[in-house]
C-alpha cells in the first residue's frame, strides 16, 4: 500500500555537525515529496520540497536527495544549530492532481550544544 | 508572509457535544485540507476541499465530520458528535493549486474531548 517511513524515530547530533534523516516511501508512482519540521506545539513548516525528475535539491543549508530505485529520501542539514532541533517528516504526494499529502512518523532531531 | 490561521488554538469540550474549528486560508490558494495528529502520531489526511465541493477524503472522515467554507475567507471543519478518540491536533492547510505544490500549514488547534 501507499506508505512514507522514517529509519529513525530520533536523531542527535553535537552543534555544528551535519545531520541526515532519512526517509523510504513504498509507492512508486509518488512525484512530489516534501520535508516538514514541526516544532513542539506547532504546525508543520516546509523546509523543501522536490519532485521526482530530480534527484537533489539544494535549499540554505538543507539538501534533498531523491533516490527513486530504492525508494529513498533523505535530508540533510549542514551545520545543525540548536534551532533544528523538532521532529522531521517526509510527505509524498502519491497521485498527480489535487491529492492529499502521505506523511511519514517523524524522526525527532535533539541538537546538542 | 501570508500565512494559515487557525481559532481557537485549544478547544475542550464534552462527548457528545458538536464542536466547530475555524481556519482562514492563505487568500490566493484555491485548495484547502483538513488534517489530524494524534499525540505522538503521524499527521493523517482528513478532507481535501476545492471548487465549494470536497475533492478527497479519507476513512477518518465519517459522517461525523463535515467541512465548509460559509465565506471568501473561513474554512471550517465541524465534528457533529466528538468522541474521546477525536481528541487530536487538527491541522488546515492550503496550497496554490493541487497535487505536486507545497501546502502550508496552520499552528493548528489542540482539541480535547472529554
Known amino acids: 500500500g501507499e506508505s512514507v517511513g522514517l529509519h529513525l524515530p530520533t536523531l542527535s547530533v553535537q552543534e555544528g555537525d551535519n545531520s541526515i534523516i532519512n526517509c523510504a516511501y513504498s509507492?512508486?508512482?509518488?512525484?512530489?515529496f516534501i520535508w516538514y519540521k514541526q516544532e513542539s506545539g506547532k504546525g508543520p513548516q516546509f523546509i523543501i520540497d522536490i519532485r521526482s525528475n530530480m534527484d537533489k535539491r539544494q535549499g540554505q543549508r538543507v539538501t534533498v536527495l531523491l533516490n527513486k530505485t530504492v525508494k529513498h529520501l533523505s535530508l540533510q542539514i549542514a551545520a545543525t544549530q540548536p534551532g533544528d532541533s523538532a521532529v522531521y517528516f517526509c510527505a509524498e504526494n502519491p497521485h498527480s492532481g489535487n491529492t492529499p499529502l502521505v506523511f511519514g512518523k517523524g524522526t525527532r532531531l535533539s541538537v546538542i550544544a | 508572509e501570508p500565512e494559515v490561521t487557525q481559532t481557537p488554538s485549544h478547544q475542550v469540550t464534552q462527548m457528545g457535544q458538536e464542536v466547530i474549528l475555524r481556519c482562514v486560508p492563505i487568500?490566493?490558494?484555491?485548495?484547502f485540507y483538513w488534517y489530524r495528529q494524534i499525540l505522538g502520531q503521524k499527521v493523517e489526511f482528513l478532507v481535501s476541499f476545492y471548487n465549494n465541493e470536497i475533492s478527497e477524503k479519507s476513512e477518518i472522515f465519517d459522517d461525523q465530520f463535515s467541512v465548509e467554507r460559509p465565506d471568501g475567507s473561513n474554512f471550517t471543519l465541524k465534528i457533529r458528535s466528538t468522541k474521546l478518540e477525536d481528541s487530536a491536533m487538527y491541522f488546515c492547510a492550503s496550497s496554490v493549486s493541487g497535487g505536486g505544490n507545497e501546502q502550508f500549514f496552520g499552528p493548528g488547534t489542540r482539541l480535547t474531548v472529554l
Open positions: 487568500s490566493n490558494h484555491l485548495y
Open positions: 509507492n512508486s508512482a509518488s512525484d512530489y
